[in-house]
């Protein structure tokens, strides 16, 4: 499974940033695919999943209202919609996937162990 992601930059605080992750090489069809962020000097920080047919999506409290996670099967393309940034969202983002039947953990209201990383992009909110 291949991960990149794209989108990040600088945006002023109060803006809004589209992160794109592109995904492929999967050999199953039934998966969970996530966002995660890790800020200088700090833990990585889960913040939402997607199940692989787009219907099932699980928010940490920390994004839930700010954040929308949705995806693109045709493009085999998964987006973070980030709004009302603030310097506190300055970090990398990832996305990463699960395994084989890992959309599993959303009818369970929870996001998945993961097995595949992107190289993460950076986003930068300015104050």
């Known amino acids: 499974v291949q991960l990149v992601e794209s989108g990040g930059g600088l945006v002023q605080a109060g803006g809004s940033l589209r992160l794109s992750c592109a995904a492929s090489g999967f050999t199953f069809d039934d998966y969970a695919i996530g966002w995660f962020r890790q800020a200088p000097g700090k833990e990585r920080e889960p913040l939402s999943c997607i199940s692989s047919s787009g219907t099932s999506t699980y928010y940490e409290s920390s994004v839930k209202g700010r954040f929308t996670i949705s995806s693109d099967k045709t493009k085999n393309m998964i987006y973070l919609q980030m709004n009302n940034l603030s310097a506190e969202d300055t970090a990398v983002y990832y996305c990463?996937?699960?395994?084989?039947?890992?959309?599993?953990?959303?009818?369970?209201?929870?996001?998945?162990?993961?097995?595949?990383w992107g190289q993460g992009t950076q986003v930068t909110v300015s104050s």
């Open positions: 990463a996937a699960g395994g084989d039947g890992s959309s599993w953990y959303l009818t369970r209201g929870a996001c998945p162990p993961y097995n595949s």
